[in-house]
């Protein structure tokens, strides 16, 4: 699943990359690489609270739908 905040850096990375222009592909590397950390690092946090709520939603029951 892609991030909406990440499209651009990736489509700048790859607009570097049809070019050949060093400059943006660096630039676009690090945002792109930056973002998936805080990506990442978000996740990391909002799981540990909000476990209880996943592992419920995992096993749904019949009683949901009435």
Do not use: E, H, N
């Not at 991030?3 to 700048?12: E, G, K, Q, R, Y």
């Not at 660096?26 to 930056?34: K, L, N, P, Q």
């Amino acid at each position: 699943m892609i991030v909406a905040p990440l499209m651009d850096p990736i489509i700048s990375l790859a607009f570097g990359l049809a070019v050949s222009d060093g400059k943006l592909i660096r630039r676009s590397a690090v945002t792109v690489g930056f973002g998936v950390l805080a990506v990442i690092g978000t996740a990391s946090f909002s799981v540990g609270g909000s476990a209880s709520a996943m592992c419920s939603r995992r096993s749904p029951d019949a009683r949901l739908g009435i």
